[in-house]
Each structure stands twice: as structure tokens, then as C-alpha cells.
């Protein structure tokens, strides 16, 4: 059962303009969510993150919303770059029940910036 | 320089030959845990491991192994390996298994099972 969902398998923006990365999630014990960046025959590295108790986090061009009652997350680009074509995974982590300990991600989504 | 180390990145084995990757991390972290990404599934836990000495099977623990005897090194061991264990595994760690944390990983071992 996928407690966490990328339900776009793939997004194609132009260069400059805004990509928006969604995620879904069933388990109200989530406590942290994070989000994952994966190029080719490299491993996934932390993008950004944000704790349950906020509603936004902000690094640079990256911005993550969280939307506790709609258990839904985004990340936001902008703006795009080609370098940022990759693959993204959303993940959530919870610290009680059977979260504990837990990493879940989602199946990803490939973003793809053309020129 | 802060990592994660997997050994080797590929590798090509017959059924049943048992074998190990093995997973190194120097930043002293006491949570470590193994993947597999499959087309269109993501990445699914086989395994973690909060501290030495203490395992617990993740999404998708049948045909593996792990031990952890020191806070270092986490291998992942495959028995008696079926074609179905063909993937690309991923070893990661953080600080600790409490969720403010980030999970660092490794580059990846691409499995296949013949």
C-alpha cells in the first residue's frame, strides 16, 4: 500500500518558467517530509525538507508547501533551470507507531527543463 | 569527505550464489538502510537498522539479510539470489532514525541476477 504518492510520473517545463512537483500522503503520522533529487547512475541527495508544523520552507529557487488537512506537499522551482532535470522523490518520516524509523517514498517524477 | 560507500556498483550473478554488497558510512550515523528502485515503483525499504545490533525488516525484506555488527558498515546479503532481486539497491544513513533527519545515501549497486 503506497502511504506516499506522485501520481505524475513525468513533468516538462521550458527553462525560467516555474516547475511544480506534487505528492500525496495517507498516514496522518507523518511528521517530516522530504524531498530527493536523482540524476543517472548517481544516488538520491536531500533537496529540501519541512517539518509538519509548518506550512513552508524556503531555499533558494526550491520551496516546498505542506497542506496538512488536504495531506498534500509540492515543491516548487522557479526558476526551472536544465540542470534541474532529473528525477524527483518525494519521502515522509514519522516518529511514533510503525513510521518510527521509517523512510517511504514515492515512485518519483522525472522533470524535464528544456532551453 | 562525508559518505556513504557501496561495494561493488555492479555486479552479474547466477541464481542461487550467494553474495553481499556491502554498505560504509564515516560520519558516525547511528541509522542505516537499504533500498531498491524498480522501474515504476520508487525506492522501497528491504531493511533498517537504528543502531548496532538492531534490525527490522522494511517494505520488501523476503530473500535478504543484514546484519549490523558495527555502527559503520551495514551489508546487505542475498542468500540464495532469484532473478526477481535484480535491481538497483541503495544504501543510505542519517544521524538518527528520528524523522528531522536527513537521509544520506550512496552512489548504488545495479544487481543482476541471471
Known amino acids: 500500500d503506497q502511504q506516499v504518492k506522485q501520481n505524475s510520473p513525468s513533468l516538462s517545463v521550458q527553462e525560467g518558467r516555474i516547475s511544480i512537483l506534487n505528492c500525496d500522503y495517507t498516514?496522518?503520522?507523518?511528521?517530516?517530509f522530504l524531498w530527493y533529487k536523482k540524476y543517472p547512475a548517481e544516488g538520491p541527495t536531500f533537496l529540501i525538507s519541512?517539518?509538519?508544523?509548518?506550512d513552508k520552507n524556503e531555499d533558494g529557487r526550491f520551496t516546498v508547501f505542506l497542506n496538512k488537512s488536504a495531506k498534500h506537499l509540492s515543491l516548487h522551482i522557479v526558476p526551472s533551470q536544465p540542470g534541474d532535470s532529473a528525477v524527483y522523490f518525494c519521502?515522509?518520516?514519522?516518529?511514533?507507531?510503525?513510521?518510527?524509523?521509517?523512510?517511504?517514498f514515492g515512485r518519483g517524477t522525472q522533470l524535464t527543463v528544456w532551453p | 569527505e562525508a559518505q556513504v560507500t557501496q561495494n561493488p556498483r555492479y555486479l552479474i550473478t547466477v541464481t542461487g550464489k550467494k553474495l553481499t554488497v556491502t554498505c560504509s558510512q564515516n560520519?558516525?550515523?547511528?541509522?542505516m538502510s537499504w533500498y531498491r528502485q524498480d522501474p515504476g515503483l520508487g525506492l522501497r525499504q528491504i531493511y533498517y537498522?537504528?543502531?548496532?545490533?538492531?534490525?527490522d525488516k522494511g517494505d520488501v525484506p523476503e530473500g535478504y539479510k543484514v546484519s549490523r555488527k558495527e555502527k559503520r558498515n551495514f551489508p546487505l546479503i542475498l542468500e540464495s539470489p532469484s532473478p526477481n532481486q535484480t535491481s538497483l539497491y541503495f544504501c543510505?544513513?542519517?544521524?538518527?532514525?528520528?524523522?528531522?533527519?536527513?537521509?544520506?545515501f550512496g552512489q548504488g549497486t545495479r544487481l543482476t541476477v541471471v
Open positions: 543510505a544513513s542519517s544521524l538518527s532514525g528520528q524523522s528531522n533527519t536527513e537521509a544520506f
Open positions: 498516514n496522518s503520522m507523518f511528521d517530516y
Open positions: 519541512i517539518s509538519s508544523i509548518k
Open positions: 519521502a515522509a518520516r514519522g516518529d511514533r507507531g510503525s513510521t518510527l524509523g521509517r523512510l517511504y
Open positions: 560520519m558516525n550515523h547511528e541509522y
Open positions: 537498522s537504528m543502531n548496532v545490533e538492531v534490525t
